[in-house]
């Protein structure tokens, strides 16, 4: 007998739909050049292209600026044509519940035993933090570039520059430490891969263990007593 793929089963459950997946690779893509085409001209490898310029064609410096403008696209379309989407990214974020310093507590250990404390968000309170964080670091990348193309010498000039090199120095492990959790390669977050790069479904095991609030709104007849 065919053996039935797991979602129809019932033992998963679509977290994000396919158009935020799509942005969401775009965007990471595009954040990606910006910081490999960065920190290449950051290290003075101006005179030598880079392998991504070798086969564009495309020098890195113009990588870089096409870049950051393209992410400057894809921001404004988010505010534009994603309100509400946006709407429920910042709500979510920006909350703070009781239990949310427990979780915080918990977490070192939790990444290996998969041990997370309950939190009530559609994020955990890692993910908020990162959130905020990388929101910041980026608005201040897209701004302080936009800057740099506009501004032509001076002291502003110098101070875009400043702004934008310290902001590239500390997205760059919050987002190796991202990258490191979305990928699963953690015991506590195997599995998380698939919410938002294979699929975007992920099992009922996999979300009660890390995000059961938001399991409980969006399935709520699983049982809330189960364990991994």
Same mark, same amino acid.
């Given at each position: 007998?065919?053996?039935?793929?797991?979602?129809?089963?019932?033992?998963?459950?679509?977290?994000?739909?396919?158009?935020?997946?799509?942005?969401?690779?775009?965007?990471?893509?595009?954040?990606?050049?910006?910081?490999?085409?960065?920190?290449?001209?950051?290290?003075?490898?101006?005179?030598?292209?880079?392998?991504?310029?070798?086969?564009?064609?495309?020098?890195?410096?113009?990588?870089?600026?096409?870049?950051?403008?393209?992410?400057?696209?894809?921001?404004?379309?988010?505010?534009?044509?994603?309100?509400?989407?946006?709407?429920?990214?910042?709500?979510?974020?920006?909350?703070?519940?009781?239990?949310? !310093?427990?979780?915080?507590? #918990?977490?070192?250990? &939790?990444?290996?035993?998969?041990?997370?404390?309950?939190? =009530?968000? +559609?994020? $955990?309170?890692?993910?908020?933090?990162?959130?905020?964080?990388?929101?910041?670091?980026?608005?201040?990348?897209?701004?302080?570039?936009?800057?740099?193309?506009?501004?032509?010498?001076?002291?502003?000039?110098?101070?875009?520059?400043?702004?934008?090199?310290?902001?590239?120095?500390?997205?760059?492990?919050?987002?190796?430490?991202?990258?490191?959790?979305?990928?699963?390669?953690?015991?506590?977050?195997?599995?998380?891969?698939?919410?938002?790069? !294979?699929?975007?479904?992920? #099992?009922?095991?996999? &979300?009660?263990?890390?995000?059961?609030?938001?399991?409980? =709104?969006? +399935?709520? $007849?699983?049982?809330?007593?189960?364990?991994?």
């Amino acid at each position: 007998m065919r053996r039935q793929p797991a979602h129809r089963a019932g033992t998963t459950i679509e977290r994000y739909n396919r158009r935020t997946r799509w942005y969401h690779a775009t965007v990471y893509v595009v954040v990606l050049i910006l910081l490999g085409t960065g920190w290449w001209l950051r290290t003075g490898q101006e005179g030598r292209p880079s392998i991504l310029a070798r086969w564009t064609g495309v020098a890195d410096t113009t990588l870089h600026t096409i870049a950051g403008w393209v992410l400057t696209g894809l921001v404004a379309v988010a505010i534009t044509f994603g309100l509400r989407a946006a709407r429920t990214f910042a709500v979510e974020t920006v909350r703070a519940d009781r239990g949310d !310093l427990r979780w915080f507590v #918990r977490w070192p250990a &939790a990444i290996f035993t998969g041990r997370f404390a309950h939190h =009530r968000g +559609h994020f $955990d309170p890692g993910q908020r933090v990162a959130n905020v964080v990388l929101i910041i670091l980026l608005a201040a990348l897209v701004a302080s570039g936009v800057g740099l193309i506009l501004v032509v010498g001076g002291p502003g000039f110098v101070w875009l520059q400043r702004i934008h090199r310290w902001a590239t120095y500390l997205i760059t492990p919050i987002l190796a430490g991202h990258i490191l959790i979305a990928s699963g390669v953690l015991p506590g977050y195997r599995g998380v891969a698939r919410s938002m790069h !294979l699929g975007g479904r992920l #099992r009922i095991e996999t &979300a009660r263990r890390i995000w059961p609030a938001w399991l409980d =709104r969006q +399935h709520p $007849d699983h049982d809330p007593t189960q364990r991994d």
